[in-house]
């Protein structure tokens, strides 16, 4: 299975890394782990006053700064993975790079409030509306520490409802040891 996580910084970023850090005998034996920050492109003129060179290496030391804790995280749990970075607007480079072969993103969300939200947070709702990929969101600054999670899927007829049903049949590890379905 190839798992994409991308990864900001933020604690809720961590908790998507400490999600599948937990769960490394539920992904399967052989997963393909990829860790991906996004970094927003520096302004035009300010990269030509800075420089290409100035530029790349403030990007390299910024992603560096995010990946390389990630990527300590899942090595002490025994995942190998490998990381690295873009730049664009995350939302829609998280989608792309999903697109690029992914089985899962598993990403963290701060959850606002339906009213500052709407669900989730702006990244999450661009990787939802930008990508097929199945999304695992996890909500907050801590992964669940239950083996077996509670999961709803909502189904409306649709091929995407159908296609949610698929991956967790395809995929039941990924809930935990306690299934069940109603």
């Known amino acids: 299975m190839k798992i994409l996580i991308p ?3 933020s604690a809720h970023g961590a908790a998507a890394v400490a999600f599948v850090a937990s769960r490394g005998t539920l992904i399967g034996t052989q997963p393909e782990v990829e860790l991906l920050n996004v ?3 520096i302004p035009p003129r300010a990269a030509r006053a800075a420089g290409r060179e100035v530029v790349a290496a403030f990007i390299e ?5 995010v990946l390389r804790p990630a990527l300590a995280q899942l090595k002490k ?3 190998q993975a490998r990381a ?3 730049v664009g607007s995350p939302g829609a480079t998280v989608a792309a790079a999903a697109a690029g072969g992914a089985d899962l993103v598993v990403m963290g969300s701060q959850g606002h409030s339906a009213f500052k939200g709407l669900l989730f947070g702006s990244v999450t709702n661009a990787v939802l509306s930008g990508s097929t990929t199945p999304l695992l969101v996890v909500r907050g600054d801590r992964a669940p520490v239950r083996d077996s999670l509670a999961v709803g899927i909502a189904l409306d007829g649709s091929a995407y409802g159908l296609a949610a049903i698929r991956h ?6 990924l809930l935990g040891a306690q299934r069940c379905c109603t």
């Open 39 to 41: 970094q927003w492109p």
């Open 84 to 86: 690295r970075h873009l």
């Open 7 to 9: 990864v900001d910084g």
């Open 61 to 65: 030391a910024e992603a560096t700064a």
């Open 168 to 173: 967790v049949l395809k995929h039941p590890h």
């Open 77 to 79: 749990a025994g995942l």
